[in-house]
């Protein structure tokens, strides 16, 4: 039997062509207790860890491998997810460009793309994260009576209204936004008064691919 991966017939597959990786650079640890969250039991997994942080030694390693696996692709695109990834703070990620401007070859473009609760957020991060043209997913579960009957802290409070404040900072600052979420109704708040996404700086994302994202990003940015 042969161990090679199955390919589509008659076409072979490439090395360095275009693969996406979701990056977890804080495993599951996360500020909030999701009633429906399937990750942060994963903490268990490794019982005798209290440091789930990325080493700066291994965050290197994985761009300039990542960047050097897509050598005959035109843009690589770094996808940071958690657990909650702003627990790491802005220091970690300047790391991770830099790291990025240093083993980028002339002509890859490079992307970044961040999932977030938004419950963090400041406008500090607003700011960073427009300067460095992330794509920011915000993670919201529609309307305050929705959204709050599931999206907890540890502490059993709800987090709308911080969720809400962050969604204002990043269009403030026309941060490059998709709005995460499983219904229309996410667009609004909880009194239909106040849309959340607007045409021009945000997008509803739900299912989409890498290929449709950055096509989105590229409208927005050409928007400013």
């Not at 830099?98 to 793309?113: D, F, I, M, T």
């Not at 540890?154 to 600052?173: G, Q, S």
């Amino acid at each position: 039997m042969s161990d090679r991966c199955p390919s589509t017939p008659g076409r072979e597959p490439r090395p360095g062509g275009p693969f996406s990786v979701v990056i977890k650079p804080i495993g599951a640890k996360c500020n909030l207790k999701c009633r429906y969250c399937y990750y942060l039991e994963k903490e268990r997994l490794y019982a005798q860890t209290r440091r789930f942080r990325m080493s700066d030694g291994l965050l290197e390693v994985f761009i300039r491998d990542y960047i050097k696996a897509h050598r005959e692709a035109s843009e690589v695109t770094f996808m940071w997810q958690g657990g909650e990834p702003t627990l790491l703070g802005r220091a970690f990620f300047r790391k991770a460009l830099a790291y990025q401007r240093r083993h980028c070859p002339p002509g890859l473009k490079v992307s970044n793309a961040l999932q977030t609760n938004g419950t963090l957020l400041n406008e500090r991060w607003a700011v960073f994260l427009r300067d460095h043209d992330f794509l920011v997913g915000l993670s919201i579960d529609g309307p305050r009576r929705l959204h709050d009957q599931y999206r907890e802290t540890r502490k059993k409070t709800p987090t709308f209204d911080a969720v809400r404040r962050a969604l204002r900072l990043l269009r403030r600052e026309q941060v490059a936004l998709a709005v995460l979420g499983d219904s229309p109704l996410v667009l609004f708040s909880d009194d239909r008064a106040d849309p959340f996404v607007t045409p021009q700086h945000n997008t509803l994302l739900c299912d989409t691919d890498v290929t449709t994202i950055r096509e989105r990003i590229d409208r927005i940015r050409m928007s400013r």
